[in-house]
């Protein structure tokens, strides 16, 4: 290769990767959430969580949402282990602030309403906390692309994104890997000021129903030293669901 077409070949991969990078930033995360759009959703969810000491127990949910992102509602209800079967949250997404939540307890025969002081705390002794189970409007965050990184082989852009003083969040800042091929959210790192508290991967990505959709979560905690993995069983997007079953009365009577 002679020296002319050597500059040619490298000054093209240098105006490439200017564009990929000159991307604007939000964009990008609303593509990602155009991709995985639907109108409901359902899955049965295996979680194991592992504790600092390696003890492993075993829970199972089933997961249903209805409703466009940034609006939809969902109903997240354990079926396993006996104790925590029953245990259901109803999340109620919103475009301009945080969700309102509420958890209703069998055992006890009442709801409760997540207040937002608690919405840092793991929920049901999983290392998702409360506010790890709502929906990230693109309307309640700033955006900054920092670079472009490799996650388990391929590039990604990585995005520094902050909460606007509408959204609460227990988190200062967080950064998110999503793949330029597919625009898929492959990792997210939540922060405290300038100290991890979670990360959460997305791997076993497959193509259901024309969304390319992880079909398991992990969620590291990295205050307890402790991490959650959830496997995504009979994953189902846009059946048949109704509104009235989104709401607390629904949340009562277990459908």
Known sequence: MNRTLQF????????????????????????????????????????????EKTKVTIKRWQYDRIGSHGMSKS????????????????????????????????????????????????FLGTDFSFEDLEERDTSQFSYKLLAQEQIDGAMCWKIETRPKQTKVSQYTYSMVWIRQDNYVLVQIENYGKAKLVRRGKYSDIQRVQNIWTPQTIEMFDAVRNSRTVLKLEKLQ????????????????RGN
């Open 8 to 51: 040619v070949v490298l000054l093209a991969g240098i105006l490439t990767c200017g564009r990929s990078i000159a991307q604007d930033p939000r964009s990008i995360v609303e593509e990602a959430q155009k991709r995985a759009t639907s109108m409901s959703q359902r899955y049965e969810g295996t979680l194991q969580v592992i504790d």
């Open 75 to 122: 109903v997240l209800r354990f079926v396993a282990p006996a104790e925590v079967k029953g245990v259901a949250l109803l999340v109620v997404n919103h475009p301009d602030r945080s969700s309102d939540q509420w958890m209703w307890t069998p055992a006890i025969a009442r709801e409760r309403r997540i207040a937002m002081q608690d919405r840092s705390g793991r």
């Open 237 to 252: 997007y846009n059946i048949p669901m109704k509104d009235e079953d989104f709401t607390l009365q629904a949340l009562q």
